[in-house]
């Protein structure tokens, strides 16, 4: 029973469009969100956070949405460069405030 | 160092034997957590430290692993009787407080159980 989802294994985008990023969570309870980015070899590296008081957070080309109704968030990124070409987890702090539950990731791909 | 710090890098193991993996977090990091990554899956949190509180072991996954920090800096990771379920990326992140500030993670020790 997956607190988080991500529900799309796989993206691949054109340079310079739009990546939007899904997350679903079961949770209500949960307040606190995270993405996260990762390179092969190396550990996930932050990038963006909302809390549940806001529905979005924006950081240069990267912005989060979050729709407490529907349990969902978004990362959405642009223009699309290649160098964004990772795997995308997302996460929220477990209701303890002690660690983070992750989605299982997204590949996002991005050509030129 | 500046970042996580995580020995070895990759292991080979042979089923039924004991490993150790170690984590050197960011110095003055008072939180330190194992998460460990197996394919196709997510991060699955394993333990937490904070400080000289008790850790939170809800998240190891049987009697056979174990997790010791010792003076609130270096972390060892122990998996007894290795399993072929047991490999995958064993990542270990710290932070500076909550985990709402945003965990600095390791590279990673990659475990293979043969």
């Known amino acids: 029973d997956q607190q988080v989802k991500q529900n799309s294994p796989s993206l691949s985008v054109q340079e310079g469009r739009i990546s939007i990023l899904n997350c679903d969570y079961t949770?209500?309870?949960?307040?606190?969100f995270l993405w996260y980015k990762k390179y092969p070899a190396e550990g996930p590296t932050f990038l963006i956070s909302i809390s549940s008081i806001k529905d979005k957070n924006e950081d240069g080309r990267f912005t989060v949405f979050l729709n407490k109704s529907a349990k969902h968030l978004s990362l959405h990124i642009v223009p699309s460069q290649p160098g964004d070409s990772a795997v995308y987890f997302c996460a929220a702090v477990n209701q303890a405030g002690t660690a983070l539950i992750f989605g299982k990731g997204t590949t996002l791909s991005v050509s030129s | 160092g500046a970042g996580v710090s995580q020995s070895p890098s990759n292991k080979v193991t042979e089923k039924g034997k004991d490993v150790e993996l170690r984590c050197d977090p960011i110095s003055g990091h008072t939180a330190l957590y194992w998460y460990r990554q197996s394919l196709g899956q997510g991060l699955e949190f394993l333990i937490y430290?904070?400080?000289?509180?008790?850790?939170?072991k809800s998240g190891l996954p049987s009697d056979r692993f174990s997790a010791e920090r010792t003076g609130g800096s270096v972390s060892t990771l122990t998996i007894q009787r290795t399993q072929q379920e047991d490999s995958a990326v064993y990542l270990c992140a710290s932070s500076g407080d909550r985990a709402w500030h945003g965990y600095t993670f390791g590279s990673g020790t990659r475990l293979t159980v043969v």
């Open positions: 430290f904070q400080g000289n509180s008790a850790p939170d």
């Open positions: 949770n209500s309870m949960f307040d606190y």
